[in-house]
C-alpha cells in the first residue's frame, strides 16, 4: 500500500516532469527557427542514423515528432492520463535525445554515462510500472468509468 506522503510525492515527481516536457515543447513550437538539425547532424554514436534523420525529407517530420511528442507527454503526465503508454513513448524520445550525445562513456560535456535523458527515462518507467496516473491524476477516474470496466485493455494501456 502507498503511503498518503508517497503519492504526493509521485503526483508532485510526475506534475514537475511533465512541467519539463511541457515547456520544452512550447518553447521549441513558438520559435520557428527551432530545429533537431543541429542535434543529429553532431551525432557522435550512431552517426549515420542521425544524419539520416538531419536529411530535408526527414527532417520536417522528426521536428514534428519532437515538439508535439513533448507537448502530449508533457500533456499526459499533467494531467495524469495515459501515464503508462505516454512514459514508454518519453523514454524512446529521451534515448534518441541520449544517444547523439554519447561518446563514449562520456556524455556531453560534464558527464559520465548518465546524464539526465537517463534519469528521466528511469522515472518514466518507474512512472509506467506504478502507474502513475492513478495517483491524483484523471487516470483513477477513467479507470472507473464503465467503458474502461468493460474494455480492461484500456485500462492496462492508460492505466
Keep these: 500500500m502507498v503511503s498518503k506522503t508517497?503519492?504526493?510525492?509521485?503526483?508532485?515527481?510526475?506534475?514537475?516532469?511533465?512541467?519539463?516536457?511541457?515547456?520544452s515543447a512550447v518553447t521549441?513550437?513558438?520559435?520557428?527557427?527551432?530545429?533537431?538539425?543541429?542535434?543529429?547532424?553532431?551525432?557522435?554514436?550512431?552517426?549515420?542514423?542521425?544524419?539520416?534523420?538531419?536529411?530535408?525529407?526527414?527532417?520536417?517530420?522528426?521536428?514534428f515528432l519532437n515538439e508535439w511528442g513533448q507537448l502530449l507527454l508533457g500533456i499526459s503526465l499533467v494531467l495524469g492520463i495515459g501515464v503508462r503508454l505516454s512514459s514508454i513513448l518519453g523514454v524512446v524520445l529521451m534515448l534518441l535525445y541520449y544517444l547523439p550525445q554519447l561518446n563514449f562513456p562520456y556524455i556531453g560535456k560534464t558527464s559520465y554515462l548518465v546524464d539526465e535523458h537517463i534519469i528521466y527515462s528511469l522515472v518514466l518507467v518507474y512512472f509506467a510500472?506504478?502507474?502513475?496516473g492513478r495517483i491524483y491524476g484523471l487516470e483513477g477516474w477513467c479507470a472507473n468509468l464503465p467503458i474502461c470496466r468493460k474494455i480492461p485493455r484500456i485500462r492496462s494501456w492508460f492505466g
Design 6 to 23: 508517497e503519492k504526493i510525492v509521485i503526483f508532485l515527481l510526475r506534475l514537475s516532469l511533465g512541467w519539463i516536457f511541457l515547456y
Design 28 to 63: 521549441k513550437i513558438s520559435n520557428p527557427s527551432w530545429s533537431a538539425a543541429g542535434l543529429l547532424k553532431s551525432a557522435h554514436t550512431f552517426p549515420a542514423l542521425y544524419q539520416w534523420f538531419s536529411t530535408l525529407s526527414i527532417l520536417p517530420t522528426i521536428n
Design 129 to 132: 510500472v506504478i502507474s502513475a
